[in-house]
């Protein structure tokens, strides 16, 4: 049998099922993008953490017995220095410190984390490599989680200090150790069986999301609408289950109190959109020129750019559709170039394309104000012209979520959801880069020195496309709510029903 190591652990705890699976049907992992890139984000910040402790040695030695033999060296040693990935092995588990700092009368065990706070799981973590390392013949005097401090501000030249929080979770750790062996047979007995029988539920996604979602949840049978996919339902669908409804359309009328839960049942019951009357006079109050506007950004867990914080959303590119009364539409668009801070040319390059009248439209406001907020504070000597954009924006979400809805929505009215029930044509799926995620992962590869000329050229075309594609998104969706278009032929569904 596989032995097991701190990781291994974990994810037993979080799911029994989950580490049998990992040890026994690796091939149905899947890690999305946003998962590796957070194991990425995690990388960098120990690489910053180490360079922190100057003096101290990696343990990097190519294979596992060589790793443990060169710790058991090292700490044999009398002249004591920190240590990075000191590798201990004890009570058939594995484990790999992050940070082994020397200290009077032993040593300062500290795990390095890219979160911005201490979680609960932080504290199993360090519970275990204080167990094996005490195993080992290691006297742990303190144990601290190190994580990232949100309130850095990095003033550039790979200066990092400043950049973590060390937090002492000596006492947390020591009430978690005695639990350590119990994990550990645990975990050995549930590797010795068959595949354990566990129900779906929040440890699917908490504390981290399981790479065997796809597996586990059966596929969603396309023909039912489960009471979850009301909007913003959170616990009322235990209740309504509860009840007894399972089907959105078993709920009586009656039932329902919230205006958007009525605009789903109404189009439910009826089987087709339902675009509401009362979206003229929404859509009326907007003026010429329409500027139809969406951000790409990109964050941090350690920033690169001088005066930027952990985590903070930078922007790095703009599009926006202008439409004029008379129905012209031009497409405007700007995207970073080089490994510069992209922040001024974004504000200037931006300003210069939206006009001092008109309209603002965005999808889902509170991003982009926030990014235009953060904008006029970092460069006072445009934060009028910034607040004339923010106080002229419109926000087409909550327009489509007050009037319309398509069953085939499923639930949700971010624009990838609503867009193909009405311009099935501008499908994002054929495009190179289809998320906002895939767009953060594009633009790193631009600021990777490894791509090529020829690679950076296709980048760059994908994510203009891309962010293209948004903007002519809402101008499609724009004028469908005012009835200067109509749904395509190709959306599956009929016509809206008038309500
Ligand atoms: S998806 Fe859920 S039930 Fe399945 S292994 Fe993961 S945590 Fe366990």
């Not at 899947?30 to 995690?42: H, K, L, N, T």
């Not at 000191?86 to 009570?91: G, S, Y």
């Not at 929404?282 to 964050?299: K, Q, V």
């Not at 999808?363 to 926030?370: D, K, M, P």
């Amino acid at each position: 049998m596989a032995g097991l190591s701190k990781s291994r652990l974990i994810a037993h705890l979080q799911c029994p099922k989950r580490l049998w699976l990992q040890m026994n049907k690796p091939e149905l992992t899947v890690v999305d993008a946003s998962q590796q890139s957070r194991m990425d984000a995690g990388n960098v910040v120990g690489d910053i953490a180490r360079q922190l402790h100057p003096g101290g040695i990696l343990i990097d030695g190519g294979s596992l017995s060589q790793a443990l033999k060169d710790t058991e060296a090292l700490l044999a040693k009398p002249k004591r220095v920190p240590v990075f990935e000191a590798t201990f092995n004890a009570d058939s588990v594995l484990v790999r410190n992050d940070l082994l700092l020397p200290e009077r009368g032993g040593y300062h065990l500290a795990e390095v984390k890219s979160s911005t706070s201490v979680k609960s799981y932080h504290l199993q973590d360090v519970a275990i490599q204080a167990h094996v390392a005490e195993a080992c013949g290691v006297k742990v005097k303190r144990i601290s989680v190190v994580h990232i401090n949100n309130q850095f501000v990095y003033p550039g030249n790979e200066d990092y200090q400043g950049l973590f929080t060390t937090v002492d979770v000596t006492s947390q750790a020591r009430d978690l150790q005695p639990e350590v062996p119990g994990w550990i047979k645990a975990a050995q007995k549930t590797l010795k069986g068959k595949e354990p029988r566990v129900e779906t539920g929040a440890q699917c996604t908490d504390p981290y999301e399981c790479p065997f979602i796809g597996y586990c949840h059966p596929a969603a049978d396309p023909e039912a609408y489960p009471v979850e996919e009301l909007p913003r339902i959170g616990k009322q669908a235990d209740a309504l289950r509860a009840e007894g409804y399972d089907d959105i359309r078993e709920l009586p009328r009656d039932r329902l109190r919230n205006d958007s839960h009525l605009l789903v049942w109404d189009s439910l019951q009826k089987g087709k959109p339902v675009l509401r009357k009362e979206v003229a006079a929404a859509m009326s109050t907007l003026a010429w020129p329409r500027y139809y506007m969406d951000f790409e950004t990109i964050s941090f867990a350690a920033p690169i750019w001088a005066g930027t914080r952990p985590y903070q959303q930078v922007p790095f590119q703009w599009s926006c559709h202008v439409e004029s009364h008379t129905g012209t539409l031009r497409e405007r668009g700007w995207l970073a170039e080089g490994l510069e801070d992209p922040r001024r040319e974004f504000v200037e390059t931006l300003l210069a394309a939206i006009g001092p009248r008109g309209s603002v439209l965005v999808w889902n406001a509170s991003f982009e104000r926030s990014r235009l907020q953060e904008m006029a504070v970092a460069f006072p000597e445009h934060a009028e012209a910034l607040q004339s954009i923010i106080n002229r924006m419109v926000d087409l979400l909550v327009i489509a979520r007050d009037h319309y809805y398509h069953p085939d929505m499923r639930g949700s009215w971010s624009i990838k959801a609503v867009l193909p029930t009405v311009a099935p044509e501008l499908d994002y799926s054929e495009l190179e880069v289809g998320d906002g995620g895939m767009a953060q992962e594009a633009f790193l590869e631009l600021l990777s020195p490894e791509t090529d000329p020829a690679r950076a050229l296709q980048v760059r075309a994908a994510l203009v496309e891309y962010c293209g594609r948004d903007t002519q998104a809402m101008v499609e969706l724009a004028k469908f709510f005012e009835g200067r278009r109509k749904a395509s032929r190709r959306s599956p569904a009929r016509s809206p029903s008038p309500a």
